[in-house]
């Protein structure tokens, strides 16, 4: 099968120092370690895992430092989400594809808020979400 796509197959530990360009921790949480940190190569992670970040505070930061692009979590699985909240409250396709692509810009008002104030996007994607919840709670006092 990795013959047939072109891609390589890596075994545990191995595939934190490979030469990729984007790690994808998709099952299993803390991958981003002190140990792991060392090696990793990827210039991005990108991952649906849970919690990646063994400390989201000190990792995030450590990640911002070494010039690594970290997506959170809860970033990469907003599009979940938004379609489970849409299962609930009537589904409406055409608000779910609005809501869905919308995760494009969010993404780029992440990285935006991370290099202009020099914080991780883990920090930056909690604040945004913050205000936003602020700024709902705001109209709905209104």
Request: aromatic share 6%.
């Amino acid at each position: 099968m990795s013959s047939r796509y072109g891609v390589s197959i890596y075994e545990d530990a191995d595939v934190y120092s490979a030469d990729v360009d984007i790690y994808a921790p998709c099952a299993l949480g803390a991958t981003i370690n002190d140990d792991t940190l060392e090696r990793l190569k990827a210039s991005i992670i990108a991952g649906a895992a849970n919690n990646q970040l063994a400390d989201e505070q000190r990792h995030g930061r450590i990640l911002r430092e070494k010039g690594i692009v970290y997506a959170p979590d809860f970033l990469i699985n907003a599009g979940g989400i938004i379609n489970v909240y849409a299962e609930l409250e009537g589904y409406d396709k055409k608000e779910i594809c609005r809501k869905t692509e919308n995760i494009f810009n969010t993404t780029l008002e992440i990285l935006k808020k991370a290099g202009a104030n020099d914080i991780s996007t883990h920090v930056a994607a909690l604040q945004i979400a913050q205000q936003r919840i602020e700024d709902r709670k705001k109209l709905n006092l209104s």
